[in-house]
């Protein structure tokens, strides 16, 4: 497995998601969380509207726990940095369908549902 450093910006993909974060998993198999306060500079109320299971997402490593795991931001990602990881050319995440985890939103469905008929019927 590949060694990551602290600073790092590293593109994983979206496996499951939560209301306090996202896991995401990379390349090698190693896994990471994403935390709500780390997607954006400001109060995010609904991660939903921020994060797509299955989609790919450039992320900066902050932390890595001492079993591997790793912790992640976004926010931490400066426009440069961003830059810079563009011309690198890396190439995007091949993720296992397998890993996704689609229980968070079959959780959420049935309210959704609900809300949207209420919402018709005003």
Do not use: C
Not at 15 to 30: H, L, S, T, V, Y
Not at 78 to 93: A, D, I, L, M, R
């Amino acid at each position: 497995m590949k060694e990551y450093q602290i600073g790092e910006i590293i593109e994983g993909t979206i496996i499951n998601i939560r209301d306090f974060g996202a896991i995401m998993i990379f390349n090698d198999g190693k896994k990471g969380l994403l935390h709500i306060s780390e997607v954006a500079n400001v109060f995010i109320r609904n991660i939903h509207k921020y994060l797509r299971i299955g989609k790919t997402y450039q992320v900066k490593v902050i932390g890595i726990e001492p079993d591997g795991f790793l912790k992640l931001s976004m926010s931490k990602i400066s426009e440069e940095e961003k830059n810079e990881y563009h011309k690198s050319g890396v190439k995007k995440v091949k993720i296992d369908p397998e890993f996704i985890d689609y229980s968070a939103l079959k959780e959420k469905l049935d309210e959704w549902i609900k809300k949207e008929k209420e919402n018709a019927n005003d």
